[in-house]
């Protein structure tokens, strides 16, 4: 902002107010949306120098600045800066490059969401790096699987689509204690509801996809780095000529405007479902940490301020066809990866064929839910609804 704050700040409130400067555009609210490749120099001395502020649109306009400043805000003190990446995976994989080099070896949940380790298994193999996956919630056991090259502790909480909640703090203190740093993807809470710096992560990774964009037409992601871990990754970015498109940078950022607002609705409409899911008959286990009911939410109600709307549901025993017409039913959830928008969505999933570390045996057919800010009643209809058509397609008697 323009005058200068006279008091600290909330969240909400610095999301309204972070990466913005009217008065350097005639004093429109919102920056313009820079579509730029080349910058002219005034003189060929100015060229030779590198004088200006911009030298190339790959390197930065005032677009991304403004991005990258709201972003840095949102992170906290301890961000020294932000690296804007073309997609949530893009971020992933150049946070997980400029911190590993050939020869060294990384621990990875094996909750991690999928092409993540896909990546690890792909190009970071055949560069020479070595992953070993771990239990999610192995907490300070994880010293037992530390080599004298262990250079990096990859986070995620809660595991995508199994939900299992991590001992960040416990996991950073040991990774630190050897000497390897510790990298988040913090899609799933946001710097809003997990403050990873303070928790002892080093670098910070979004999807911006999902919630910062928050209406399903963008593709971004994002790395928040401590001051000793922002060199390397912004050398890392520019080397690989990694950059985002004006007009999706701009809509992340008018997203992240509206970010606390909405991710309240969803955490609010997510536990009200996620507690309804609970108390139907046809549910053996509803996977959400925000859930008195789930093994991980000590370390939530802990460590966290709150959750978002995705979480998982395990259908006791039926068969597949009748878990499709449960599905099948659905009008008000679209049936569709990726989550973060303002859209109710369900998936099946299953992990067994790729979790090596851990067993996933469920108990029962699972699905993901991502509960958008549509009426958490009309929801609930819907739901109801498809449970209908499951007992149908299974033979049974409904309600
Ligand atoms: C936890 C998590 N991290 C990262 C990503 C990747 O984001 P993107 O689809 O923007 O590459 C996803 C996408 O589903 C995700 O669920």
């Known amino acids: 902002m323009t005058k200068k704050l006279k008091a600290p700040i909330k969240p909400d409130t610095r999301l309204v107010t972070s990466g913005r400067d009217p008065e350097a555009y005639h004093g429109f609210v919102n920056p313009p949306v820079y579509h730029a490749s080349t910058l002219l120099y005034p003189t060929a001395e100015d060229q030779v ?7 190339y649109g790959r390197r930065g306009t005032p677009t991304s600045e403004a991005l990258e400043n709201a972003l840095r805000e949102m992170s906290g003190e301890a961000c020294a ?22 020869g060294d070896h990384i621990l990875v949940p094996d909750s991690v969401y999928r092409p993540t380790r896909n990546f690890c298994e792909g190009v970071f193999k055949r560069l020479g790096a070595q992953t070993t996956y771990y239990d999610p919630v192995i ?13 990096v502790v990859f986070v995620e909480a809660p595991g995508s689509q199994s939900f299992e909640m991590q ?26 509801y997990f403050r990873a710096f303070e928790k002892g992560v080093d670098m910070e990774i979004q999807a911006g996809t999902k919630y910062i964009g928050g209406h399903s037409d963008i593709m971004f992601g994002c790395v928040s780095a401590n001051a000793a871990t922002l060199p390397t990754l ?17 809509l992340a950022l008018r997203g992240l405007r509206t970010l606390g607002v909405r991710l309240e609705r969803h955490y609010q409409s997510g536990l009200r479902v996620a507690r309804w899911f609970e108390q139907r008959p046809e ?3 509803v996977l959400h940490p925000g859930l008195e009911s789930d093994p991980g939410h000590k370390i939530w109600k802990r460590d966290f301020n709150g959750a978002s709307g995705l979480f998982s549901v395990v259908f006791k025993p039926t068969s597949e066809q009748s878990v499709h017409a449960f599905l099948n039913e659905l009008a008000l959830f679209g049936l569709g990866f990726s989550w973060g928008g303002f859209e109710s969505l369900a998936i099946l999933f299953d992990c067994t064929e790729y979790r ?23 929801l609930i209809g819907d739901l109801e609804r498809g449970f209908d058509a499951m007992a149908r397609a299974s033979g049974r008697k409904t309600s």
Do not use: Q
């Not at 690296?83 to 893009?90: D, K, N, V």
């Not at 050398?235 to 007009?247: A, I, K």
């Open 234 to 250: 912004k050398d890392t970015v520019y080397s690989m000529g990694l950059c985002v498109g004006p007009d999706d940078m701009y």
């Open 49 to 55: 120098a590198h004088r200006a502020r911009y030298n």
């Open 356 to 378: 090596t570390a851990t067993k996933w045996a469920p108990g029962g057919p699972t699905a993901r839910f991502h509960i958008g800010l549509e009426d958490p009643e009309d």
């Open 167 to 192: 001992d960040i703090p416990a996991i950073a203190k040991v990774a630190h204690e050897k000497g390897a740093l510790v990298l988040m993807d913090n899609t799933w809470a946001t710097p809003l």
């Open 283 to 285: 549910v053996l286990r």
């Open 139 to 151: 907490g300070t056991d994880i010293a037992k699987l530390f080599k004298p090259n262990t250079r």
């Open 81 to 102: 800066g932000v690296a804007l990446l073309p997609s949530g995976l893009a971020a992933i994989s150049a946070a997980l490059l400029a911190t590993s080099r050939a």
